[in-house]
């Protein structure tokens, strides 16, 4: 059984009770319900990815997990790199079109006014067709 007591380093922090629920940052209540959903929603994503990555690499070493194993892995400098790696390719995946500059919005308004009812970047009536005939599109 794991040892309740190690000196693994770890990145919790006493809760902090605030009235950030009765705040609005976004400029409307639901906008930022929805952005605390999203976020929450990447935050469970990325824990369960690096848990199974976790699995994965207690399989290779050890060919059998328990979740104590699970629970007391450490990863080794390298791992951890490229855990980080996935990570930031992570954020960027589902977060990145968040941060777009005004710049990158002026551009993106300017192509959709010079191709009416085109999505700059995305996907042609022919492949939407097909995504949907496959069941893939919505």
Do not use: C
Not at 96 to 117: C, F, M, V
Request: no cysteine; aromatic share 6%.
């Amino acid at each position: 059984m794991a040892d309740s007591k190690s000196d693994r380093k770890t990145y919790t922090a006493d809760f902090i009770k605030s009235d950030t629920e009765q705040a609005v940052f976004l400029g409307n209540p639901l906008m930022d319900d929805m952005m605390t959903s999203i976020i929450a929603l990447g935050a469970e994503v990325w824990a369960n990815r690096r848990r199974t990555r976790t699995i994965e690499l207690l399989m290779e070493k050890e060919g059998a997990v328990t979740r104590d194993m699970i629970e007391a892995y450490v990863p080794t400098d390298e791992e951890e790199a490229e855990m980080r790696k996935e990570r930031d390719a992570f954020i960027q995946l589902t977060y990145g079109h968040i941060a777009r500059t005004r710049e990158d919005q002026t551009a993106l308004d300017g192509s959709l006014k010079q191709n009416p009812g085109k999505p700059s970047g995305g996907a042609s009536d022919d492949e939407m067709a097909d995504e949907t005939s496959m069941g893939m599109g919505g």
